[in-house]
Each structure stands twice: as C-alpha cells, then as structure tokens.
C-alpha cells in the first residue's frame, strides 16, 4: 500500500513558477513509476508528466514540454513538478500517482495507475 500526499500548488500569474511535491509513504516507493496528471473543471483527467522508477526516463505531455519537469528523489520518497511559464490552461486540481506494475515504460494513462493522492490545486491567473 502506498499513500500520496500533494503539496506546492496555489495562485500564481501567468509566466510565473511553481514546484509541486508528492511524498510517497511505503517501502517499495522506489520501484514504482510515478506520473503526475491534471483535471481542469469539465474535463477528463489528463496526463502531465511522468517518470521510470530509476529516475532514467522522463515523459511529458506536447502541452508541457520545455515548460514542467518532473523528478524524483528515491531517499526522500518524493516527486518533483517542477512547473515555469505557465498559462492560464495550466489551471486545474494536480494529482500525482503510483504505478506498481513494472512497466518498462512509464504509463500515460491513468487506469494503469493503481495508487493516487488527493490533489493539489494550481491555479494561474492573469
């Protein structure tokens, strides 16, 4: 079992900086690939970023590339959204997420991830 807790979001101009953090509770955190994904108000959950349990292998959404990094720190049992220039579509309830499965490639969708925290609200403004 794995709980996720989300920390970091808030209200920020348009073109500022937010780093949102997910502390991971279990012992087997660090063989898990993690994601982080988004929900905007009327609209699916969609996917952010994501990282492989080594820390190797980094994806991320057209929509946040060159702007979100995601990271991961095995010791402290964290994950990292690092998030700049943001826009106002950026706007949406955060959640960052656990996959237990193994997978070689990180998942981008989110029925594959099997553990979830609570979210965390990113609100842009302009």
């Known amino acids: 079992q794995v709980q996720l807790v989300e920390s970091g979001g808030g209200l920020v101009q348009a073109g500022g900086s937010l780093r949102l953090s997910c502390a991971a509770s279990?012992?087997?955190?660090?063989?898990?690939?993690m994601g982080w994904f988004r929900q905007a108000p009327g609209k699916e959950r969609e996917f952010v970023a994501g990282i492989s349990w080594r820390g190797g292998s980094t994806y991320s959404a057209d929509s946040v590339k060159g702007r979100f990094t995601i990271s991961r720190d095995s010791a402290k049992n964290t994950v990292y959204l690092q998030m700049n220039s943001l826009k106002l579509e950026d706007t949406a309830v955060y959640y960052c997420?656990?996959?237990?499965?193994?997978?070689?490639?990180?998942?981008?969708?989110?029925?594959?991830?099997?553990?979830w925290g609570q979210g965390t609200q990113v609100t842009v403004s302009s």
């Open positions: 997420a656990a996959d237990e499965s193994y997978r070689v490639v990180v998942s981008s969708r989110a029925s594959e991830y099997d553990y």
């Open positions: 279990g012992r087997t955190f660090s063989r898990y690939n």
